[in-house]
């Protein structure tokens, strides 16, 4: 069982570059998240979804986009990439049926744009 | 707006209890709080949640206030592979009541 898996581990971007962020979960899911987390600080979220074709807002969507087309991917899109979106970007996902079940993680995508 | 407040480091000797407090003073009467680390830069791993009564699994226990106030998390003999950033949770009504990691608490086992 994989679990969620967040692809590539790695990048390197040049300002004003595009990619897309790929997280991909096993669990039969509804509900996944993209966070990033700066040095030293604490997770921030940026969007989530609570099914295929639903998505909303965080708390720091701005510069980049996200879709759900299925209940197993979730990709991350930048579209112009900004050295302050250099950071470690962490997929999770959660079952949401029922109580309140905790969020599983990816091992995370280190991006840095230079 | 984490809603809860951690202290930022701590120390524990290898082989003792070592005991993580949290602050979450405005928690709502149905809501859990949840308990994770990250280890290094991986990803965070849940670690344990309750509601108001003190909880226990493999790897800690959870101890909550009758008020419910605040809660410890207790590692019973920790070891140097739990060196990690711990971090309590509640849910926020922001962003679809969704899980804010605040800075969490670095803990150190020292030999």
């Known amino acids: 069982n994989a679990g969620v898996t967040q692809t590539p581990k790695f990048r390197i971007l040049k300002i004003g570059q595009s990619m897309t962020l790929q997280c991909a979960q096993d669990?039969?899911?509804?509900?996944m998240y993209w966070y990033r987390q700066d040095p030293g600080m604490g997770l921030k979220l940026i969007y989530y979804s609570v099914g295929a074709g639903i998505t909303d807002k965080g708390e720091v969507p701005n510069g980049y986009n996200v879709s759900r087309s299925t209940t197993e991917d979730f990709p991350l899109r930048l579209e112009l990439a900004a050295p302050s979106q250099t950071s470690v970007y962490f997929c999770a996902s959660r079952r949401g049926q029922g109580k309140v079940q905790p969020q599983h993680f990816g091992d995370g995508t280190r991006l840095s744009i230079l | 707006d984490a809603k809860t407040t951690q202290p930022t480091s701590m120390d524990c000797a290898e082989g003792r209890a070592a005991n993580l407090p949290c602050n979450h003073s405005?928690?709502?009467?149905?809501?859990?709080v949840y308990w994770y680390r990250q280890i290094h830069s991986q990803g965070p791993q849940y670690i344990i949640h309750g509601l108001k009564n003190n909880e226990t699994n493999e790897m800690a226990s959870l101890i909550i206030t009758e008020d419910r106030k605040s809660s410890t998390l207790i590692l019973p003999h920790a070891t140097l592979r739990d060196t990690a950033v711990y971090y309590c949770i509640v849910r926020v009504a922001a962003y679809g009541q969704n899980f804010v990691f605040g800075p969490g608490t670095r803990l150190s086992v020292l030999p």
């Open positions: 405005t928690i709502s009467g149905n809501e859990y």
């Open positions: 669990m039969n899911h509804n509900y």
